[in-house]
């Protein structure tokens, strides 16, 4: 297959918590990647994700008393704006690598969208949230850069969202309840006195461990990341671990030092949970993703 040489920018909403740093990783020929904003409602204010509400506004809006917190998928016309920009800044096609379909309404805004787009636009539904969107944008861009076209850097998304896993904790089982998010049955499993600790894979939620401490949490997570790692125990990976508000960050310090020094772990990046997922999980999840570096080495692989 011969290089494409034409322009794509590549694209996702914010709940994919990519931040600055890694938009601009992920670049494109194009650009860095743009994020379409999630709309958060606190206390009847409306906010843009990213735009006039970030990560330490909304915890310290918390900490002030804040107390009825929504969310909603961006609109037609703001993804509309969005490859309306990307023409104008010189795309020939669009990537839109978004939240999952059963998660939200995104998708749906995104396809209503793309019916006024200037340009060619192919949707990716990753089936996932949070950083695990963001983490089917990081193999589409390596994909992209090799020269390989829009479809091959949509499939490839579409493989790392089957493969990527989660692991976390929440400190708050009925704002998770009452989001909506999480599947009752598996939440059913957290209720208890300790702290539950959960993975997520496409197709699974569960409970694997309830704890008493923050130091037990952390030996749970990083066993769930480390023999889930991928076809063997041995097989490198990729973790990108989470940061919620300043009261969860001495779980995650620990967190990120074992994964850090475990000799599995191939590179571990970071990312802060921001007001779209704290407002489903609560500002004390702390946890991370995973998956298989192979997979990163298959897409920055020139085809034959």
Known sequence: MSPSTRAVALITDS???????????????????????VVVTVDGADHAEGVDLDADDFYALLDAGAGGVTTA???PAAFVEAFETAHANGADEVLAVLVGAELSGTLDAARLAVRHAPLHVRLVDTG?????????????????????????AAI?????????????????????RRSGRFDAEALAGA?????PVLRSAPGVLEVIDTVETAEQAVTAMVEAITVNAGANESE???????????GSWPLTDAL?????????????????????????????????????????????????
């Open 15 to 37: 709940s994919a918590q990519l931040s600055p740093q890694l938009a601009e990783r992920f670049a494109t020929s194009h650009g860095p990647v743009a994020s379409v904003p």
């Open 128 to 152: 996932t949230a949070s950083f695990g969107i963001s983490c089917c944008v990081w193999i589409a861009s390596l994909v992209l850069a090799r020269g390989g076209t829009v479809d091959a």
């Open 73 to 75: 998928q961006p609109s």
């Open 191 to 195: 209720e208890s006195d300790g702290l």
């Open 236 to 246: 490198p990976i990729v973790v990108a671990s989470g940061r919620a508000a300043a």
């Open 256 to 304: 990120e030092a074992q994964l850090a020094s475990h000799p599995s772990v191939k590179e571990l990046v970071h990312y802060r949970v921001g007001p779209s997922i704290a407002a489903h999980t609560g500002p004390g999840t702390a946890g991370a993703f995973w998956f298989p570096a192979r997979l990163l080495d298959e897409a920055a692989a020139p085809s034959a």
């Open 156 to 176: 490839a998304a579409e493989r790392m969202a089957a493969d990527v896993q989660s692991v976390f904790v929440l400190n708050g089982v009925e704002l998770a």
